[in-house]
Structure formats: C-alpha cells, structure tokens
C-alpha cells in the first residue's frame, strides 16, 4: 500500500482533504460561472472584459494580504479543526450572497447597481474565507502526519485542489448560470458537513496574545519567517510563480473570447487543462523525488513553463480570427489546425508549473517548528497575495494602456525566467544546509 493510499483511508487526513476539495471546487466554479457569465453575456468589449476580470482577481486576493497574519496567528494559536468548521458554516452564509447575486444577472434585473456588487462582495468575502482556510490545510499536515507522509499530503491536496478546480471549471463553463447558484449552496452546506469529521489539532505551542493590527503583524509575520534562507526563497519563487498563474488565469477568458473568438465552453476547457496539468506535475515531482523534499527540479520546470508559454503566445498569434460576431463552440475550435499544439502547450505550462510549486510548499512546513506552520504559510499568503495584486493592476493597467491581452504572455514567460532564478538560489541554499 502507498503512502497516499495509507493516508486517504485514515481520518486524520481524509476528512481534510474532502473539505480542502469541496472548497477549492465551490471556490472555483463560483468565480468562473461569475466571470464566464459577465464576459460573455454582459460585457463586449476586450477592454472591459480583460478589466472586470483583472478587478475580480484582485477583489478575491486582497483578503489574502491585509488579514493572513491574523489567519496565521489564530491558526498556529487555537485548534485548527475549530477554525476549520467555523469558516465552513460562514461558507454557506457567503455563497447564499453570491447565488442572489448571479440569479439577479440571470434575470437582468439590475445588473449594474445591484447584482455586479453583490458577486464582488461575495467574492471578497470568499477570499477572506480562504484566507483563514489557507494556513490551516498546510499548517494541519505536520500536526496528523507523519514526517515521511509530509510531502506525500502536500502533493495529495494541491492534486486535489487542481481536481477539485478542473470540474469547478467544466460545470461552470457548462452548466446555466441559475444552476450554478444553486449548486455553490448545497456544495457550502456539504464541505461544512465534511469538516466536522476533522480531528482536533490544538496549538502545539504557548498560546500567545493576539496582534490584530494588521500592517504591524503583517510586517513582524513576514520578517520572522525569512531567518530561514531557504523558506524565505521557498516564498518567493511560489509568490512569483502565482503570479504567473494570476496573469494567466485573468487572461484565459477574454483571450478565448476576442484572440481565439471561441465560446465560454472553450474558455472553460482553457482552465480545466491547466488545472489537470497542476494535478499532473504536483505527482509526478513526488515520485520524482520520492517523498525527500527538495527544489532540485524547480529550476528546470520553471524554465519549461516559460519555454511553453512563449509556444503559446507564438499560437495565439498565429490563429486567425473568425468574423465578427462568431464564436467557435468546442468541436469547431478543435479542428482547427493550430488547436491541438495550442492545448498542449498550455498542458505544458500547467505540468511544469506544478513540477515547480509543490516542493516549495513542502519547505514552508518542514523547515520550521510546528508551532509556526501557520504563521509561516501566512507570511507566504502575504507575500503571495501582493504579488498576485501587483500582476492583477499590472495586467489591468496593460489593458487600459491598449496593448493587446496576447501580449501580456510575454510578460508570463518573463517571470518564469525571475522563478528559475530563484529557484536556483533556493537548491543552493539548500545544498549548502546539508553541508
């Protein structure tokens, strides 16, 4: 039997990992049914387009950087399970919110005053929830696994998170955007059902004060996690390569829409391939290393990604365009001469990306104490979150400048060449701690 199979048959993991699973899944086919709707069914211009989805990015990430150290510091300072329960039942409260929001669009009825700011407060508030959520599915794997199992449950719920977003996606794409309401509700009510079978996980250290200024323990949260070389690079390559991903991901829709000129069921399928990608390489560097955590393979798969972005962008520039007013649906965009490479090497971004990121995740919780998991995946969100708001205003200021959004994978594959470099500086840092 496999350390994963062990592990998923044990309900000191697999509870976690249901609840991790029904949330990325609700998180997902919320965002998208939102975006896929407003890009393709209210908006009509690339502009605003590629501007609505820049902001609802940004609207979803900023919770990640004003409220992570506080998520960090209740996370490493009261039990993890309660917290995880709590935010599962605010969960339910939050897509209910959001359900309105995207039934009033379906409707019409006051799109612009009323259900726009519903779903972006909706969205918002999600983000908060995986703010407080974030620290906790990392941090909770060190406290119920074994160490030689670490690396093992990293891999499982980052290929379960990108399985979870890959039919998210497809239903989202698929599905009438009333469903969809309805089912992000029931989806809350089950993963609240699911958390309430995770075993406690008490803090494991002194229970210390609580700082709730948010920019003083933001700053004293990132500061104390980077005395470890190796996690404070840890943090920044996966903040660069999420921001990779931000800028991708924003791009997708309106690029399907106006460069491809394909339905939002092609855009869908855009995301569902990446997302199986992610799954795909988040394995397959486990078995690669086989369970001793390391970046000996980060260099090299971040350099990949960006050699399979640089693909993609030369695929999209080679496509020609259908009239206009004419959007190809799945089967016409698949025959089309440049589909099949353009698909594939989209499958080649997400695989090394996901090549990349996972071992440097399994840095953060196996190179500090288990004390400050969570704290030390919080500063990541911190660090992370800014990035992805930084590329998020970038992307949108880009699009506002008018430069075309095909354009903007050159600035994707530019960071991919920031990632190897760093990733690089980690394997030496690591290499040099053996010694």
Same mark, same amino acid.
């Given at each position: 039997?496999?350390?994963?199979?062990?592990?998923?048959?044990?309900?000191r993991?697999?509870?976690?990992?249901i609840t991790?699973?029904l =949330?990325?899944?609700?998180d997902?086919?919320? $965002?998208?049914?939102m975006?896929?709707?407003?890009?393709?069914?209210?908006?009509?211009?690339?502009?605003?387009e =590629?501007?609505?989805?820049?902001v609802?990015?940004?609207?979803?990430?900023i919770?990640?950087?004003?409220?992570?150290?506080?998520a960090?510091?209740?996370?490493?300072?009261?039990?993890?399970?309660?917290?995880?329960? #709590?935010?599962?039942?605010?969960?339910?409260? #939050?897509?209910?919110?959001?359900?309105?929001g995207?039934?009033?669009?379906?409707?019409?009825?006051?799109?612009?005053?009323?259900?726009i700011?519903?779903?972006?407060?909706?969205?918002?508030?999600?983000?908060?929830h995986?703010?407080?959520f974030?620290?906790?599915?990392?941090?909770i794997?060190?406290?119920h696994?074994? /160490?030689? /199992?670490?690396?093992a449950?990293?891999?499982l719920?980052e290929a379960?998170?990108?399985?979870?977003?890959?039919?998210?996606?497809?239903?989202?794409?698929?599905i009438?955007?009333?469903?969809?309401?309805?089912?992000v509700?029931?989806?809350? !009510?089950i993963g609240?059902?699911?958390?309430?079978?995770v075993p /406690?996980?008490p803090?494991q250290g /002194?229970v210390?004060?609580?700082?709730?200024?948010?920019?003083?323990?933001?700053i004293?949260?990132?500061?104390n996690?980077?005395?470890?070389?190796?996690?404070?690079?840890?943090?920044?390559?996966i903040?660069?390569?999420?921001?990779i991903?931000?800028?991708?991901? #924003?791009?997708f829709?309106p690029l399907v829409?106006?460069?491809?000129?394909?339905?939002?069921?092609?855009a869908?399928l855009?995301?569902?391939?990446?997302?199986?990608?992610?799954? #795909?390489?988040?394995?397959?560097v486990?078995?690669?290393?086989?369970?001793t955590?390391?970046?000996?393979?980060?260099p090299?798969?971040?350099?990949?990604?960006?050699?399979?972005v640089?693909?993609?962008?030369l695929l999209?520039?080679?496509?020609?365009?259908?009239?206009?007013?004419?959007?190809?649906?799945?089967?016409e965009?698949?025959?089309?001469?440049?589909?099949?490479?353009?698909?594939?090497s989209?499958?080649?971004i997400a !695989?090394?990306?996901?090549?990349f990121?996972?071992p440097?995740y399994?840095?953060?919780t196996t190179?500090?104490? $288990?004390?400050?998991?969570?704290?030390?995946?919080?500063?990541?969100?911190?660090?992370?979150?800014?990035?992805m708001?930084?590329?998020?205003?970038?992307?949108?200021?880009?699009?506002a400048a =008018?430069?075309?959004i095909?354009?903007?994978?050159?600035?994707?594959?530019?960071?991919c060449?920031?990632?190897?470099?760093?990733?690089?500086?980690?394997?030496?840092?690591?290499?040099?701690?053996?010694?």
């Amino acid at each position: 039997m496999t350390v994963s199979t062990h592990m998923l048959r044990r309900r000191r993991f697999l509870p976690l990992f249901i609840t991790q699973l029904l =949330g990325a899944f609700n998180d997902n086919l919320y $965002k998208t049914a939102m975006v896929l709707f407003v890009v393709y069914s209210i908006y009509n211009s690339e502009e605003a387009e =590629g501007m609505f989805s820049a902001v609802a990015s940004a609207v979803f990430i900023i919770p990640f950087f004003l409220l992570s150290a506080l998520a960090g510091q209740l996370a490493d300072m009261r039990d993890k399970a309660r917290i995880i329960r #709590i935010v599962k039942a605010c969960e339910i409260a #939050i897509m209910g919110v959001g359900a309105v929001g995207l039934l009033l669009a379906w409707k019409g009825i006051q799109v612009q005053a009323v259900s726009i700011p519903l779903l972006m407060v909706a969205l918002f508030a999600m983000g908060v929830h995986s703010t407080f959520f974030g620290p906790i599915k990392y941090a909770i794997l060190p406290q119920h696994l074994e /160490e030689h /199992e670490v690396l093992a449950g990293t891999g499982l719920v980052e290929a379960g998170t990108y399985i979870a977003i890959l039919f998210g996606t497809i239903l989202a794409g698929w599905i009438p955007v009333e469903a969809a309401a309805a089912c992000v509700v029931v989806t809350a !009510i089950i993963g609240y059902l699911a958390a309430r079978q995770v075993p /406690e996980a008490p803090a494991q250290g /002194e229970v210390e004060p609580l700082d709730y200024h948010v920019v003083r323990s933001s700053i004293a949260l990132v500061r104390n996690t980077s005395h470890d070389r190796r996690v404070f690079l840890a943090i920044m390559a996966i903040s660069f390569f999420w921001t990779i991903g931000a800028v991708l991901f #924003i791009q997708f829709p309106p690029l399907v829409k106006n460069v491809l000129t394909a339905s939002k069921e092609v855009a869908s399928l855009f995301l569902v391939i990446f997302s199986i990608g992610v799954a #795909i390489g988040s394995v397959s560097v486990n078995a690669l290393l086989k369970g001793t955590v390391s970046a000996r393979y980060s260099p090299v798969s971040v350099l990949m990604m960006g050699a399979f972005v640089l693909a993609f962008y030369l695929l999209c520039r080679g496509w020609t365009a259908e009239p206009v007013g004419t959007l190809l649906n799945v089967g016409e965009f698949v025959s089309h001469s440049l589909a099949i490479p353009l698909l594939l090497s989209l499958l080649g971004i997400a !695989i090394a990306g996901g090549m990349f990121v996972v071992p440097l995740y399994a840095f953060l919780t196996t190179f500090v104490p $288990k004390t400050q998991t969570a704290r030390t995946i919080a500063a990541n969100n911190i660090v992370n979150s800014g990035a992805m708001v930084a590329g998020s205003l970038l992307a949108a200021g880009l699009t506002a400048a =008018g430069l075309d959004i095909v354009h903007h994978l050159l600035l994707s594959a530019a960071m991919c060449v920031v990632s190897a470099w760093l990733g690089l500086l980690l394997l030496r840092a690591e290499r040099a701690a053996r010694t």
